[in-house]
């Protein structure tokens, strides 16, 4: 059974960071995620951040400096550092996998960034 398993959201105020967790579980692993995506009210879920190929990272404009992607292999996770929090950035923050053509999806962790 495939599990991912985000944590580490919350209620922070603006500058302040967080550091979210995805846990892989079951038939699949850390290199199978693909990336971080958020949903804020009222909005489309959007990319957040993602691994690319040959080991590169690409961040959404909104975010570019502020939040970091990078695995945790030994754990079989992946983790956002997010800094700089501004009140935009308050979504569900969702990480998703890729596994034999079908993608797979966490319940997603609330992050609530206050002014």
């Known amino acids: 059974q495939v599990q991912l398993v985000e944590s580490g959201g919350g209620l922070v105020q603006a500058g302040g960071s967080l550091r979210l967790s995805c846990a892989a579980s079951?038939?699949?692993f850390a290199w199978n995620i693909r990336g971080w995506y958020r949903q804020g009210p009222g909005k489309q879920r959007?990319?957040?951040?993602?691994?690319?190929?040959?080991?590169?990272?690409n961040y959404a404009d909104s975010v570019k400096g502020r939040f970091t992607i990078s695995r945790d292999m030994d754990n079989n996770t992946v983790l956002l550092q997010m800094d700089s929090l501004k009140p935009e950035d308050t979504a569900v923050y969702y990480c998703?996998?890729?596994?034999?053509?079908?993608?797979?999806w966490g319940q997603g962790t609330q992050v609530t960034v206050s002014s």
């Open positions: 959007e990319l957040v951040a993602a691994f690319g190929s040959g080991g590169t990272t």
């Open positions: 998703n996998a890729r596994m034999f053509a079908q993608d797979y």
């Open positions: 079951g038939s699949i």
